[in-house]
C-alpha cells in the first residue's frame, strides 16, 4: 500500500528540546505522525503521513466505551556514529498482533507498520535526541472508532503511530527505586487480558499506584490474582531477582506481559553462563531470600524503563532493601550490554538491531 505524505508547513512545526539533560519522558512528540484506517469488509486503507495534531473521534466510538484499544512502545537511538538504529521492532507489532487477536480487533500488516514507522522517523530525523541515555519513543496505537452503543467487536479502526523524544522513565533516573508488594488490589488473572498491551490493564494499575506513590513509593509489585502469593509484574515492567547464583523471572503463564526486554536479558543472562529460571517466585521466597541475604539484587525491565534497578522492596510494612540500595553488578553489566547493542556501540550477536538511517 502507499502511503501518502503530507509534511508540516513551519506553522505547525514545534520547536525542538534544547537541553536533552531534562528530557523526561512522553511529554514532547514530534511533528508528524502515521495513520492507517480500517473498515470490515474493506480492509487496511489510506495509509498516510501527517503533521502531529489533533483525531476526529465521534462521540459513540466504541473505544471510549468497551476499551478495545491496544499499543506497543519501541526506541529509536541515536549512536555516537550519528546512526539511528531500532532494537528488535518487528517483534513489538508481532506482539501488537497477539494483543488484537486477544481483544478482537484487526492485525495490523507488520510490514506496512514497519515501513510506516521508518518513514515517518526518517522524516522526523532530527527529533531523535543525541545525548546517551535518550532516545526516540515510538508509540503504534489502536483504537476501535465505529460509532455504536450495543456491546460487541467494533467493525472500524484507526491505527496510528506518534514519536517523540525521551530521557529516563523514573525520574530516579538509573537510581535504585522503591517498590511496594500490592496484596490486595490485582492488575490482572489467568484468562483475563494481563498479557495483552491494552488500556484497561493500565486503568485498572491505577488506584494501587496512586496509593503507593502517596506512601513514597515508585511503582507497584503485582501478585497474582488467585491467591496474592506469586510475583507477576511491577506496573511497566517485568521483574527479575538475583537470589544466590539464580537469575529468576515469573513465567508467562497468561497474565503478565511478554516483554521484549525481558527475552533479551533471558538469553543474554543464559549466555554469559549463569543459571536463569523462568518459574513461579513467592513473595515469602523473595522476602526470606531479603531477610537472609541472599537476594543479591532486583531489577525491572522494559522498553521504557530499560533495566531499571529496585532498591527497597516493602511488603506488609517491612522494608527490605537490596542491594544495599545501590544498583547491583548483574543490573549495571546488563543496562551496559544492552544499551550498548542499541546505540551501536558494542556487537550484536543476536541480530536485534537494525541500522535505518
Ligand atoms: C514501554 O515500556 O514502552 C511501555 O509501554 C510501558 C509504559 C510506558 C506503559
Redesign the pocket.
Known sequence: MEIKVVQADESQRKPKPTDETKLG??EILADHMFLVDYEAGKGWFDARIEPYGDIAVDPAAMALHYGQEI????KAFRGNDGGIRLFRARENYIRLNLSAQRLCMPEVDVDLAMEGMKQLILLDRDWVPRSHGTSL?IRPTMFATEPHLGVRISTAYLFFIIIGPVGA?YKEGLNPIKIYVEDFYVRAAIGGTGEA?TAGN?ASSLLAAEEAKKKGFTQVMWLDAAERKYVEEVG?MNMFFLVDDEVITAPLTGSILPGITRDSVIQIVKDWGMKMSERSLSIDEVIEAARGGRLKEAFGT????VISPVGQITYKGDDHIVAGGKMGELSQRLYDEIVGMQYGEKPDPYGWVERID
Open positions: 519522558f512522553g499499543f506497543e512502545g519501541l519513543y522513565y498491551k493500565y511497566t522494559g522498553t521504557a524503563a
